[in-house]
């Protein structure tokens, strides 16, 4: 089995390509290569770096799925969709930041999907957010952003009924990356693992063909 993943430069992303990189080969998608860097050494692995908080651009977009489809190869593939633009607090985004984060958190996964489903698909794992779910008071946006595509997710679902592939969604509650650096004075320290979730996301793509999971959520006790 060969792997898409976006994000891998760090945090969930990076745990997620560190364990399938075991099971088959891997295609990271991230703006900077970071930590995947050392990914290389553990297997068969692709780094393809793409930004896609850019104003959508159908020549850059066009030769991005050249690459993935030189590495698919006509071979049964997953695509995992993991990047994410996180934003919390008060200070509210301006227009630009918004089609930003619109841009990472929901239309790179609509786009993906459309231009990869008519290849060998198996399976469509999309990492969304318990912000997805719930509203979060100091996450407008975002929470905005993780509702829409919880609904992507749900019409997905069905129209994947009749197609090859199958469609899950997981949605973890606050997790200890790198993100919150910036967030100075947020407590972390009952959030979850990264490590810890991508171990139950591994189970999850590990799952036989043709399961479909909608509601999968991880809650840290501060999210409950």
């Known amino acids: 089995m060969k792997y898409i993943i976006t994000g891998t430069s760090s945090g969930l992303g990076y745990c997620l390509a560190e364990r399938l990189i075991l099971r088959g080969q ?3 998608i991230s703006r900077t290569i970071g930590k995947s860097d050392g990914l290389y050494k553990l297997g068969e692995y692709l780094h393809v770096e ?11 977009f066009q ?3 050249y690459e993935l489809q030189n590495f698919i190869n006509n071979e049964p593939f997953t695509l995992v969709l993991n990047a994410a633009y996180f934003h919390a607090g008060d200070e509210r985004l301006s227009k630009s930041q918004l089609t930003a984060l619109f841009e990472v958190n929901v239309f ?5 999907v459309q231009a990869l489903e008519a290849l060998n698909l198996r399976r469509v794992f999309i990492v969304n957010s318990i912000s997805g ?3 979060q008071s100091n996450q407008h946006e975002y929470s905005a952003s993780k509702h829409a595509v919880m609904g992507f997710t749900r019409s997905l679902a069905k129209k994947a ?3 090859t592939y199958d469609v899950m969604c997981i ?3 606050g997790m200890k990356t790198e993100l919150w650096n910036k967030y100075v004075g947020v407590n972390t320290s ?3 693992s990264p490590i810890a979730v991508a171990d139950v996301c591994i189970s999850l793509i590990d799952f036989p063909q043709r399961a479909f999971i909608e509601y999968f959520s991880l809650i840290p006790p501060s999210d409950v």
Not at 50 to 60: A, G, I, N, V
């Open 133 to 135: 779910l719930i509203g």
């Open 108 to 112: 790179s996964l609509i786009s993906l």
């Open 63 to 65: 030769i991005l799925i």
């Open 26 to 28: 891997v295609a990271g």
């Open 190 to 192: 009952d959030f979850l």
């Open 171 to 173: 949605n973890p509650g």
């Open 161 to 163: 009924k009749n197609a």
């Open 50 to 60: 793409f930004d896609f908080s850019l104003p959508f651009k159908e020549k850059r």
